[in-house]
Each structure stands twice: as C-alpha cells, then as structure tokens.
C-alpha cells in the first residue's frame, strides 16, 4: 500500500514529463493500462487513448466477433461532458483453434485505441481524466473473466504529443483493418457461402486467406475456408450458418486477411448480399488451377497429342499418310523428312487457326472450351460430309487431284508438297472430336491462361500430334519396321473406309441432337449432293462437272444452313442448375452431376460402360442420389463457367455432391463404379 | 509409359485437391439422428427412449465463467425447473470435457455439483468421449438444444441473448430455452428456433 501512494504521488508530481500511462493494473493474466498519445490536447483538438493489455504467454483475448466461443474485450469509458468518444479500432484478429472450436482473437500486448474529441469549450489549463472500467475474458485451455478500471490525467493546451506511445498508437491505428477499394459479395447456395473480393491487385497474390465476420452467424467459424484466386480477384467458399434463414440486412461486414509481401494485413469490406461480381476466372494465374503447372500442361499436351493419333476418326487418315511414306521409304531420306515436315507444318497450321479462333473469342467474352467447334452444328454438318466423302475415296470411288495412292512418278512436287500439308491440317480438324483424356488438364489450364501460355500449349499438342511422322522420318531403323508396300495396300485403305463412315453416323447422330430431324435431312440430303457432284466430276462432259460444282455448292449450303434446336423443356427435371443442386441438397440427398456433351467421345464411352449400367442405377436408388445433366452439346455460358470453376474447359466433369459435404467431390475423368460409389460414400 | 503414368497420377491428384472435408451441424427444423449416452449413475439412455417428450440439451462445465455465471444467479436452475414442471420434457446437462480437462467429472462428483448446485436435470450425461458433442456440432458451454416430440431440432444456440460472462448481464436478458419450450407449449412453432451459442469452448479431446 506505502509503495502504491508512493507510486501515486511520484506519478501526480511527474505528471507534465511522465510518459503518458496510467498506473498498469494487473488482472491476473492480462497486465492492463491506459495510453494516450497525448499529454496536453488543445480545445477541439482529437486525440486516443487506447487499452493497453500485455497477455501472459499462450493466454488469448477475444475479437469484437469471438467465433465458436468466448467474448469480446469490452471497454467503458467515463469522461467528463463534451468529449466524444469513439469506437474501438480493433486490431487484426487471428484465428485461434482449440480442438475443434475456432475462435477470433488475439494473443501478446494488443492495444484497443479510442478516438476521443474534446470540445472547443474547453478551458486551456484545465486537466480532465479519462477514465475506463474494462472487462475482458481471457482464455487458455480455461477461461477467466478478469476486470479493472484504469484512468488517465490529460491536460487541456497547447498540443503535446506523447512520444513514446503515440508511436505504439500510431502503429496500432495503421495495423486497424478499414475500409479500402475492395468490394465484396456474399452469396449462400445450399450449404455454403460464397464470397467474392476484388478491387485490389494484392488480391491476387494474397496468401493464407482469411474472412472475419463482423456478425455471429454469418458462417461456421469453424468450417475451412476454400479460397480460389482469379485475375481479378479471389472468392471464399465455406460453410453458411444459420443467419440466412432469417430476415437480414443488405449488407454484411467483416476483415478480410492475407499475408502479402510477408506482412499479415486486414481489409475492412462490405460484402453485398445475394450478388456475384467477376473475379475472371477465366484467365487464372498458372499456379492456381489444380497445381498444373506450365511445364506439366506442356507435357500433357504433348502426350495428349501423341494419343490423339490412334482415336477411330483419325487412325484412318494417319495410316494412309504413314503407307504414303512407307512407300517413299525406298526413295530418298530428305524426300521423306520433306514430307514429314510438311505434315507437321500442316498440323501446326491447323492448330495455330483453331488457337487463334479461340483466343478470339475469348478476347470477345464468350466462354469457351475444347470441342468449342462441335458446339456448332454448322461445323459437325460439314465434318459428316467431309468424312462421308473420305470414305468415298478410301473406297476408291474417286481420286483426289493428288491422290494418295499415286505412285510419287505422277506427282509434281508442289501437289506432293499440298497433299501432305493437307493431310496434317485434315488430320487436326477430324481429331477435335476426340478429347484424350491426358488433355483435358492440360487445355483446360491452356484456356485459363494468358494468350502466350495457351499458344504454348496448344503448340505442344500439334507437336505431339506430328510427332510419330518426325520420328520415323529422323530415327534410322524406324522406316524399315514399317510394312513393306504392296497390293495388300489397296484392300487396307478400303477397310479403313469403314471407320469413317462410323464417325459420319456418329456426328450425324450428334447433329439429330443438336438440330433435331430436320438437321439430320439436311446433311443426309448434303450427303447425297456431294455424292451426286463426284459422280459428275467423274464424267467427261463439261456441263455435268458444271453440274458438280453446283451440287457441291448445295451440299456446302445446306450443311452451313443447320441451327441449333431448343432444348426441349420436358428434359428440365433432371437438367442441372446450381439452385437444384442446392434445394437436393437441402433435401438430404447425394447428388451426381454429369456435365457431358453429344460431340464429347469420352463423355459417351463413360456413360455406355458405367453410368448406364444396371448396377450404377442400383446405386444410385440404393442411395437415393439425384442424377442431374448439364448438357454442354449447345453453347452455354453457364455451363462453361461452371466448368471454368473447377479448373476445366471442357467436358466430360463428374462431380458428387454428398449429403455433408460443403464443396463437390471431383472424379476422375475415366469413371468406374467404385470411384462412384465411394464419392458418393463419402470416403 | 512410366512417365505417361506419373503425370495421369498427377492429373488425378490434382482432381481430387478440390474435395474439401466436411462439417456435421444438425440443420434446425430436421430430425435427430438416435443417440446412446451413458448418465452419472451409469445408466443408459437413448434419445429415442424419449419420443413422445420434449428434450432440452444443455452442455455443461462447471469450471466455465459463463456456466457460472447461470449458475450462480440461478438462471439456469429456474430455467430447468419450468422446463421440467410438466411430466412432457426431459432435460439432459452433457459434460463433454476430455478426462483431465477443466470441467471432466466423475458421475459422483457430477451428482455432487447437481446437489450443491440445486439443479433439477432428469439426468446428468457423462460424454468425456465428445462423442455426443460433436454429433450435435456443439460448440460451447452453455449451448442449447430442443427437440420436440416428433423429435425434431426446434432450437439451437444460446441460453439467452446477453453474450457475456459478466453476472450483471442475467437479469432482463431474453431467455431463448424458455420463449421456445412456451411456444412449443402454445401448440406453435418456436419464434426464434437458431441463434449464435456464447461461452466457453467445450473443452474437446
């Protein structure tokens, strides 16, 4: 007692020179004081006194939202009439675990600093006390409620600040989360949340994000917090909690936390309800998407490329182009890498149109992705056409100008050079049906970014593609393991007609879904006008072969004049859509989704081999899941950006949904009924 | 072939990095899933042993400020005995803490706390294990839980609407238990059927 009166009374007397602290209360855990960042403040002056409160090792303090448990640090102030007073600047929380409980709060010496106004009435020479009763609950394993009071001595002049702790108020001020240019969102489908934030560049380089809610049951503190980077932005998906089945207001806040530059900051943001801002997703940085990096999209395309070669509707063409140059074998060496190169040139090409033609319709905003050609029936009626009449001269109904077959005597060099360039760029157009599955990833990451990267990816693809005709023009012994030529030639470019005439009742197939009857009449009908026009070019008279070119034209046009049909609106009740997925999903039941197209090869073998399959639709009842389409064969935006969602470009997606989870399970693109099944399980 | 392997493995591992764990909250409104707990004479209830009965959850640590705090004024006392008036509602009080966590009793000294403490629970349940904690999600103590006759969740959250641990802070503070077991009792639906539970984190495991 002798040594707090004669601490008092050393305090009272040292007042103008003391640095401004009052006398530090110990509360057990928590030694608490007042600082002011000034000792002499001028009428109508501001000022701050904040709560200084040093924690003992490992012991924690609460945010003014606590999370799963706790309470917040609580401050009453009392000072005399005409001063205004401000609200707490709370510091950047963390997140504090105990078990499974998440708490927002804070560990070490954190200091809660007030603005204070005095009033221009104030009587210079005067001295005022600012005095505080706080009351906080500070927790370990265990929680202790500890309180105090605390007051401090200002006096009324001159401005004078107080060094020492002005700076450790200042610091404390500019450490305060607050409002800055970030807007946000917050959207709740099923049960989860998602948030959107853009309006910052440090966004997206933000490392460990955090969102703090002002508001108690806003999300579960303790549900993880999935956060995905795009180029404008970042989004944050977790687990909703109960405060959106009750009447809200229009606007949430919170902080949201990142590392940047190794620094831990906070931005106060106002998230605006029930709305979605564009985060471009569509132009992902490389790193972000699935951990795909460019050196293993670049490989994956070159093996996907590689792959591409031995699809139904491209074997065909490769195996002649390969005899063409078995064939050459016996001439010379560089007549053969000539044509290999040519080839590759012709691959190359195609590929380059067809990434131009991507990146342009990107740059135009559409949403876009592999197999983006078939999506319109134009391009799948010229193909069946095209394939229809392929077939026709594998058969040997007719003979191009340069015709494969030809002995190289025939040939000039310049129609030898364009058969092989043709022959890669055809190759290229009646293997974009045909998504290997290694290419998916690889394309998918393409798509999502920056123009040079997807030109480097696609450029692997073509290589991959052209690769077996550079190898067996530059590896010696490979030449010789090739068949030596023969008659048995002819009967082999005939059988392999029939592959094509598959993949023109396939596409033919595709077009009766995407333009329904009156679709598949008009490329039938172009079918029998190509047909019709190389029998006349077969004939000697000039007016038939004018007949040809006419017939020709027909099919040409007919085939271009295909439109996509509606969607028939009977097929709504298994159609996929987010808010579906979210009332299935609120009714307890799993859900599959199976984002498919008509064009897509992959989508069609995994829907025949396991989907269809009677044990599947076993499963499926067994565990009441939901079965919903989301049907890609048609242009759809929202289809494609729910694609772009989780990293693809392209179909086939399967996602399961179960009954607890907050975020889909994503299968593999090879699906089997175990992957199902334990997706569906939960395992 | 091997490398082919090693990046189809790494496409597929870059699939499944998406699948996020999962979160168990009981949504208010849906059924609760039977449950055994052991009580602190060592006998053994299933929740649905009491169908038919309304059923108050209430977890406990005797240790925590904020159980204290309804302890000491006698909130939590008077808040179970109307409650229990009627022979229609049964009131369980959980301890969840771990052995060797603040508030873990045995079922004697649990008894003794009932005793001294002048509480009137149909039984006082003994879940050192958390088991039953985290199959209601429960976050804190107190945190609060109905289930009606159907035996549905009718509420969940806090014991009323005055977050603090300050004793100063019982008195005119809404009592959440109470509004719902009279709406309940009125043959209506519970007005305020959710809200953020407060207290102490439930010393888990």
């Known amino acids: 007692m002798i040594r707090f009166i004669l601490l008092m009374t050393m305090w009272l007397v040292a007042l103008p020179a003391f640095a401004n602290q009052s006398i530090p209360v110990d509360t057990g855990k928590v030694e608490a004081s007042l600082v002011s960042s000034h000792n002499v403040v001028p009428p109508g002056g501001k000022f701050h006194v904040a709560l200084r409160t040093a924690l003992d090792d490992h012991w924690h303090t609460y945010w003014r939202n606590s999370g799963d448990s706790g309470e917040p640090v609580f401050v009453d102030w009392k000072v005399p009439e005409g001063i205004l007073v401000g609200d707490i600047s709370w510091p950047l929380p963390r997140t504090l675990a105990t078990g499974p409980i998440i708490n927002y709060g804070f560990e070490g010496t954190p200091l809660f600093p007030v603005e204070f106004t005095l009033a221009e ?3 210079i020479g ?17 929680c202790i409620p500890e309180q105090g009071k605390a007051s401090l001595p200002i006096k009324v002049g001159p401005a004078e600040a107080d060094t020492r702790w002005q700076a450790e ?7 305060t989360p ?3 240019g970030i807007k946000g969102t917050i959207k709740k489908t099923a049960e989860t949340v998602i948030m959107g934030f853009t309006g910052a560049s440090s966004l997206s380089t933000a490392q460990d994000v955090h969102f703090f809610p002002y508001d108690q049951g806003v999300l579960g503190h303790s549900a993880p917090q999935a956060v995905r980077m795009g180029a404008k932005g970042l989004e944050i998906t977790t687990a909703a909690d109960y405060i959106w089945d009750n009447p809200m207001a229009e606007t949430l806040s919170g902080v949201l936390a990142f590392t940047e530059n190794g620094q831990r900051v906070g931005h106060e943001v106002t998230l605006a309800i029930g709305q979605s801002i564009d985060l471009g997703f569509a132009a992902v940085k490389p790193q972000a998407v699935g951990g795909i990096t460019l050196l293993t999209a670049i490989f994956g395309a070159l093996i996907g490329g590689l792959i591409l070669n031995l699809m139904p509707c491209v074997f065909p063409v490769i195996s ?14 560089s007549a053969i890498k000539r044509e290999a190169w040519l080839y590759t040139a012709g691959v190359v090409a195609t590929f380059l149109l067809l990434t131009f033609a991507l990146l342009a319709l990107k740059a135009g905003g559409s949403e876009i992705g592999w197999g983006f050609q078939l999506q319109s029936p134009k391009v799948v009626g010229v193909l069946a056409v095209l394939l229809f009449v392929i077939g026709l001269n594998l058969l040997g109904t007719f003979e191009f100008g340069s015709s494969l077959q030809n002995t190289g005597a025939e040939l000039t060099q310049k129609s030898g050079a364009a058969g092989s360039f043709f022959t890669g760029a055809l190759a290229v157009v009646v293997a974009t049906p045909c998504t290997a599955p290694m290419m998916a990833g690889a394309v998918g990451y393409a798509l999502a970014a920056p123009a040079a990267v997807t030109l480097a990816v696609f450029m692997a693809l073509a290589i991959g593609f052209a690769l077996p005709f550079l190898l067996i023009a530059y590896i010696p012994g490979m030449i010789s393991k090739l068949p ?26 595709v077009l009766s879904l995407q333009a329904g009857e009156a679709g598949v009449l008009y490329v039938l009908a172009a079918m029998l006008a190509a047909a019709f026009a190389i029998w006349c070019f077969k004939r000697k008279a000039r ?34 859509s987010a808010a579906r997925v979210s009332e299935l999903q609120a009714e307890g039941r799993p859900v599959f989704v199976d984002f498919t197209a008509a064009w897509c090869v992959t989508c069609k073998v995994n829907e025949k081999v396991v989907l269809d399959q009677a044990r599947t639709r076993k499963l499926f009842g067994d565990t009441n899941t939901a079965f919903l389409i989301a049907d890609w064969t048609n242009k759809n935006d929202v289809i494609a950006a729910e694609l772009a969602k989780y990293g693809r470009a392209g179909v086939p997606l399967y996602l399961v949904y179960n009954q607890d989870s907050v975020s889909p399970v994503i299968l593999p693109q090879v699906l089997t009924y175990d992957v199902i099944r334990e997706a569906i399980a939960g395992k | 072939m091997r490398i082919m392997k090693k990046s189809l493995i790494l496409s597929v591992m870059s699939a499944v990095a998406f699948a996020v764990p999962a979160t168990a909250k009981i949504s208010t409104g849906s059924n609760v899933a039977d449950m055994t707990v052991v009580d602190s004479n060592g006998q053994t209830h299933n929740l649905s042993d009491f169908a038919g009965k309304k059923v108050v959850l209430e977890w406990t ?39 060797g966590k603040q508030g873990y009793v045995s079922g004697e000294q649990a008894n003794e706390l009932t005793v001294s403490r002048d509480a009137s629970p149909t039984a006082v349940v003994l879940d050192p294990s958390g088991t039953a904690a985290r199959s209601f999600d429960a976050k804190t103590t107190p945190h609060m839980y109905i289930i009606d006759e159907a035996q549905t969740l009718v509420y969940q959250g806090a014991i009323d609407d005055n977050s603090s641990a300050r004793s100063s802070t019982v008195e005119g503070a809404k009592n959440y238990v109470t509004a719902a077991l009279d709406d309940l009792n009125a043959g209506k639906a519970v007005a305020v059927s959710e809200t953020a539970p407060y207290g102490c984190s439930i010393k888990y495991k």
Not at chain 1, 320 to 333: D, F, P, T, V, Y
Not at chain 1, 501 to 507: C, E, G, M, P
Not at chain 2, 62 to 91: E, I, R, S
Request: glycine residues 4%.
């Open chain 1, 484 to 509: 030596k030529p023969g008659p048995w030639m002819v009967t082999f470019k005939e059988v392999l007609a029939f592959p094509m005439f598959a993949a023109a009742i396939w596409l033919v197939w």
């Open chain 1, 320 to 333: 002649i182009k390969a005899l063409s140059i078995a064939k050459s074998a016996h001439g010379e060496r």
């Open chain 1, 543 to 576: 007016p038939v072969k004018i007949i040809g070119v006419m017939s020709m034209l027909a099919a040409l046009a007919l085939s271009v004049s295909l439109y996509p049909k509606q969607v028939a609106l009977s097929h709504e009740a298994d159609a996929w």
């Open chain 1, 178 to 180: 607050k409002q800055s």
């Open chain 1, 169 to 175: 108020i200042n610091a404390a001020l500019a450490a």
């Open chain 2, 61 to 99: 640590n005797d240790g925590c400020p904020f159980v204290k705090k309804h302890y000491k004024t006698g909130n939590m006392q008077k808040t179970q005995k109307l409650a229990t008036a009627g022979d229609d509602t049964v009131w369980l009080s959980i301890i969840s803490s771990a052995p």
């Open chain 1, 121 to 123: 009435t104030a009587e």
């Open chain 1, 126 to 142: 005067s001295v005022f006390i600012v005095e505080a009763d706080f009351y906080y609950l500070v927790c370990k394993d265990v």
